[in-house]
C-alpha cells in the first residue's frame, strides 16, 4: 500500500498502534479527522515561528481539547517542530491504515458515460469478489475515453478504455 509521504505514514502509523492497543480506533479517528480538517488560517498561525511558542501550544491545547491525550501530544510535537502543515496528511493516512486493516480497498472508476445506481453495484461487487476486499468507490465520467472504462484500485491500474484500446492497435500497427 502507497501512501504519500514517509514523515506523515509514520505519525500515522504510531498513533494506529496507540489507538489499536487502547481500543480506540474510532475516537482517534474522529479525532485525527477533525484535526484534518482545521481552517488554513488556524494551521498557519500553528506553524508560524513568529507568533510565540507557548502561545502556540495553547492553541494547540484549546483545539485537542477532549481529545485523545496521545492525539493533542502529538499536536503539541507538530507544533513544536513546525510541522503542523502535515496534520491533513497524517489524518488521511491514518485513515488509509485503518482502511487497509479493515480490508477496504478505494477504487477510482472513470468511464466514458454516467453510470446508473444498478451498474455501478454491479461493478463494485466484481471488484470486491476480484480482490477480496471491501470496495468503496468513487466514479467520474471523461467523455475523452470514447467508451470502457479505467480503473485503478490502490496502486493497480486497469485501462479497458477504447481510447487505450485504439492506442494500443496503432502502436502495433506502427511497427
Request: aromatic share 2%; no cysteine; hydrophobic share 45%.
Given at each position: 500500500?502507497?501512501?504519500g509521504?514517509?514523515?506523515?505514514?509514520?505519525?500515522?502509523?504510531?498513533?494506529?498502534?496507540?489507538?489499536?492497543?487502547?481500543?480506540?480506533?474510532?475516537?482517534?479517528?474522529?479525532?485525527?479527522?477533525?484535526?484534518?480538517?482545521?481552517?488554513?488560517?488556524?494551521?498557519?498561525?500553528?506553524?508560524?515561528?513568529g507568533?510565540?511558542?507557548?502561545?502556540?501550544?495553547?492553541?494547540?491545547?484549546?483545539?485537542?481539547?477532549?481529545?485523545?491525550?496521545?492525539?493533542?501530544?502529538?499536536?503539541?510535537l507538530?507544533?513544536?517542530?513546525?510541522?503542523?502543515?502535515?496534520?491533513?496528511?497524517?489524518?488521511?493516512?491514518?485513515?488509509?491504515?485503518?482502511?487497509?486493516?479493515a480490508?477496504?480497498?478505494?477504487?477510482?472508476?472513470?468511464?466514458?458515460?454516467?453510470?446508473?445506481?444498478?451498474?455501478?453495484?454491479a461493478?463494485?461487487?466484481?471488484?470486491?469478489?476480484?480482490?477480496?476486499?471491501?470496495?468503496?468507490?468513487?466514479f467520474?465520467?471523461?467523455?475523452?475515453?470514447?467508451?470502457?472504462?479505467r480503473?485503478q484500485?490502490?496502486?493497480?491500474?486497469?485501462?479497458?478504455?477504447?481510447?487505450?484500446?485504439?492506442?494500443?492497435?496503432?502502436?502495433?500497427l506502427?511497427?
Amino acid at each position: 500500500m502507497a501512501l504519500g509521504g514517509s514523515g506523515p505514514r509514520r505519525y500515522a502509523e504510531a498513533i494506529l498502534d496507540i489507538a489499536t492497543a487502547e481500543g480506540a480506533v474510532p475516537a482517534y479517528h474522529a479525532a485525527l479527522e477533525q484535526l484534518g480538517g482545521l481552517d488554513p488560517s488556524a494551521l498557519r498561525m500553528l506553524g508560524d515561528p513568529g507568533v510565540p511558542l507557548e502561545r502556540r501550544l495553547q492553541a494547540a491545547a484549546a483545539a485537542t481539547h477532549g481529545q485523545p491525550g496521545p492525539v493533542r501530544g502529538l499536536v503539541a510535537l507538530l507544533v513544536r517542530r513546525h510541522r503542523m502543515a502535515l496534520i491533513g496528511r497524517i489524518a488521511e493516512a491514518f485513515t488509509r491504515l485503518v482502511e487497509h486493516r479493515a480490508g477496504i480497498a478505494r477504487a477510482r472508476v472513470t468511464t466514458a458515460v454516467e453510470l446508473d445506481g444498478a451498474a455501478r453495484d454491479a461493478l463494485v461487487s466484481r471488484l470486491s469478489r476480484a480482490t477480496g476486499k471491501t470496495i468503496t468507490a468513487t466514479f467520474a465520467v471523461d467523455p475523452d475515453l470514447l467508451g470502457g472504462a479505467r480503473i485503478q484500485v490502490g496502486d493497480h491500474l486497469v485501462d479497458a478504455s477504447l481510447r487505450a484500446r485504439l492506442h494500443s492497435l496503432q502502436q502495433q500497427l506502427a511497427r
